[in-house]
């Protein structure tokens, strides 16, 4: 079955910290993954996106995710966390050669930032 | 470019009453999904649109929701009658590829927070 785990339901960081979330995915075919990211009262911002080639990909706001196949992993990290980054991440993830397929998404990780 | 428009923000009945949402996407863009997001879970799709026509909806309760997408723009989701069990945000997102290749980025409205009493 195709899915998406995000095992950390909840993590606090400490602001100035590095934060690593992680994702795990199950999935038949090549995967197109993405990390969004949701505000309070807000959609999903799009944080970055692998397709293909380099498997650490660089998103906005200081993000960055390491695609690692052999473990079908996708994690997100951020080497200083700003007391902004505050908010819920999800993982999503979408077949590669069906473009316009709706994606998958993890039940996301919920970040707050301690002073 | 102006995102992806959604309305109402907020809306709050009573179960059994009937409720619509609106989208409207980004300019250009061919496919529309509604996604429905419960407290605490991943957004989940209710519905795909390719220009006006269905792609999937398998997920979607047809027993009292429906949606369309006249004239390949616009759409709106009708949830008849309403149960508790549909208090969510729905989402509504559009992508500028069709199916069979290329990339697949898709851009989120701020959704519509349904609560039903």
Do not use: M
């Given at each position: ?23 795990n995915?199950s999935?038949?075919a ?55 980054d505050?908010a ?17 998404f ?5 970040l707050?930032?301690?002073? | ?5 959604q ?26 999904y509604?996604?429905?997001?419960i407290l ?7 519905i ?11 997920q979607l ?5 429906s949606a369309?997408r ?8 009708k ?39």
């Amino acid at each position: 079955a195709q899915s998406v785990t995000q095992p950390d339901i909840h993590i606090t960081v400490s602001e100035g910290a590095s934060l690593e979330l992680r994702c795990n995915y199950s999935y038949g075919a090549t995967p197109y993954l993405f990390w969004y990211v949701q505000s309070p009262g807000q959609g999903l911002q799009l944080l970055l996106k692998y397709f293909s080639g380099d498997t650490l990909v660089q998103g906005i706001k200081g993000f960055e995710a390491e695609f690692k196949r052999s473990q079908s992993s996708f994690n997100l990290r951020k080497p200083s966390v700003h007391w902004s980054d505050a908010a819920e991440y999800f993982c999503a993830v979408g077949p590669a050669n069906q473009a316009g397929t709706a994606l998958i998404f993890g039940k996301g990780t919920t970040l707050s930032v301690s002073s | 470019e102006a995102g992806v428009a959604q309305s109402p923000r907020y809306k709050i009945i009573e179960k059994r009453q009937s409720v619509a949402f609106w989208c409207n996407p980004i300019s250009g863009h061919a496919t529309l999904y509604w996604y429905q997001q419960i407290l605490g879970q991943g957004p989940k799709l209710l519905i795909q649109f390719q220009n006006n026509g269905v792609v999937d909806d398998s997920q979607l309760p047809k027993d009292r929701f429906s949606a369309e997408r006249l004239k390949g723009v616009d759409s709106t989701l009708k949830i008849q009658p309403a149960k508790l069990e549909d208090s969510a945000v729905y989402l509504c997102a559009s992508s500028s590829q069709r199916s069979g290749g290329g990339l697949n980025i898709q851009y989120f409205g701020a959704g519509t927070r349904l609560s039903v009493l």
